[in-house]
């Protein structure tokens, strides 16, 4: 077992994690703040001792078609950017989930609209959750809030990708990906042979399948309806077997909370600090911090408000989240928002000042 840690920030803990969980693949471009996980990728040199690809593509265009053709043949791929870039995927990602192509996707977020700041944000919520690209297709969203998620979560993205056949985000913020804490990383294992994919993955396009049935082939392109409609009933089907199974949350003192601060990423950890203050004044605050953005976890969440009067939203955005919040209570229970926009980061003061203004309101 592996029981060092070690200290790192949120982006090189992506690229080691990477390593060891036998990713095949890199494919990115480098944007501020997730910069240092190609850079990461390019010191370790990854190819020299595990064979692993590590490229930078000429654009995050091109890097997430690399990832339809690498998902598409079965490896375990991924790359990384920031919200700007992300955006430019979009139409992969749409053509990858129509296609049922598993990848990663890390997104490292910072302030927008546009090119914005780079400074951290939490305004990529709507691209992540709903399906930014076109059509009604959905992606396993992952938030850490720490750096040991950070590292954690590649390998759970990878099986998540795989087990559903569809692309996984981990959507970070530049807070984790650039705060430095203590991490143990995963323990090494062997990228998978092509004779493991082609037993694992029959529909992956690697050739080996040749001599016993007919080629594999990935298109998201239908043109009879009444076919394109078939793919999408099953697709649909699909998404709800996640939702049913797959939905993760973290609460803390809920039981007896009258006030329910909800946020995710680091923002949870702004406000888990501020409901330990607000506690140690005599306030019921409780804390839910959603891990899958999407599933959102909607029972999690309506049980933690089970004694709650009122709920408090924090997010670094004009206010997203806050509508799966208002859905999953079915808004009877009101539902404020404290959200700071543009690369600005809450700090707990402010959020106890926001929670004592609701508590002390009639």
Known sequence: MNDEYVLMKGNEAIAHAAIRCGCDGFFGYPITPQSEILETLSVLKPWETTGMVVLQAESEVAAINMLYGGGGSGKRVMTSSSSPGVALMQEGLSYMAACEIPALIVNVQRGGPG???????????????????????????LAPNSVQEMADFVDE???????????????????????????????QKPRRTNEEIYAECPWATNGLHLKSRKPNFHSSLESVTELMDQR?????????????NETRAESMFCDDAELLLVA???????????????????????????????????????????HAKKIL??????????????????????????GRMGGM????????EAAKKIIERP
Not at 274 to 284: D, F, T, Y
Not at 297 to 302: G, K, M, S
Request: charged share 25%.
């Open 115 to 141: 090119l914005g700041t780079i400074q951290p944000g939490q305004s990529d919520y709507y691209q992540a959750t709903i399906g930014g690209g076109n059509g009604d297709y959905n992606t396993i969203v």
């Open 157 to 187: 993205a990878f099986k998540l990708a795989f087990k559903y056949r569809m692309p996984a985000i981990i959507l970070a913020d530049g807070v984790i990906g650039q705060m430095m804490e203590r991490v143990k990383l995963p323990e």
């Open 232 to 244: 999408n009933v099953a697709l649909q089907a699909k998404f709800a077997r996640v939702k049913e």
């Open 264 to 306: 995710f990423g680091s923002m949870a950890r702004i406000a888990e600090e501020a409901m330990h203050l607000l506690r140690n004044e005599g306030h019921k605050v409780g804390l839910l911090r959603p891990i899958t953005l999407w599933p959102f976890p909607e029972n999690e969440l309506r049980e933690a408000a089970k």
């Open 313 to 338: 939203v924090c997010e670094m955005n004009a206010g997203q989240m806050i509508k799966d919040v208002k859905l999953a209570v079915n808004c009877d229970i009101p539902c404020e928002h404290l």
């Open 345 to 352: 980061i809450p700090d707990p003061n402010e959020v106890i």
